[in-house]
């Protein structure tokens, strides 16, 4: 019988052990679990103004000498009537413009905007790489992937929101803006 005591208390201290592991394993999961919800919120890159939703301004970094770059980001419009993007600043250069890009007997086309860009009531409207975006133009520094620049978004309702914009690599396609003809 005495050595019955001993097994059943090493037995005992295993399972004690053991419980002991699994708790520290389900709190270290529920760490984790947490840690991810946050995750989409630090990585979020929204602005808001009025019924505006701006989501993830980005730009490109721009090789050196470089004199414009582009910027891009979606609005989404919740409320039930359309509103128009007017302007755009920044201090990163002398002059912001909405462009449209397109393409004309055969020939990629980039132009401005003129009076705005309707986003539609409950729509949204998408600037990006080959399609209606922004061009800062008389860089006054170049922008270098990692960090952010502010601007200023005005639109015609819901007035003025300042944004930053994020800057990524210059990708595959950085150096391709140069070649597109600028139409007048």
Not at 22 to 28: C, E, I, K, S, V
Not at 133 to 140: A, N, R, S, Y
């Amino acid at each position: 019988m005495s050595n019955l005591l001993p097994q059943a208390q090493a037995f005992a201290l295993r399972g004690a052990q053991q419980l002991d592991f699994q708790r520290h394993l389900a709190f270290a999961g529920l760490f984790v679990v947490l840690l991810l919800a946050c995750v989409p919120g630090a990585l979020a890159h929204e602005f808001k103004v009025g019924d505006l939703e701006i989501q993830h301004p980005w730009s490109r970094a721009t090789p050196p000498g470089a004199k414009v770059a582009g910027g891009y980001f979606t609005v989404v419009n919740k409320g039930s009537a359309p509103d128009r993007l007017l302007s755009i600043s920044s201090d990163i250069s002398d002059k912001a413009e909405l462009h449209e890009m397109g393409v004309k007997d055969g020939v990629m086309t980039m132009r401005p905007v003129e009076g705005g860009l309707e986003i539609p009531a409950g729509g949204k409207v998408a600037l990006k790489p080959g399609a209606y975006h922004l061009m800062f133009t008389g860089l006054k520094r170049q922008p270098k992937q990692g960090e952010k620049f502010p601007a200023t978004l005005t639109f015609e309702k819901a007035g003025s929101v300042k944004v930053e914009f994020a800057v990524e690599g210059m990708g595959e396609t950085g150096s391709g803006d140069m070649d597109m003809d600028h139409a007048e």
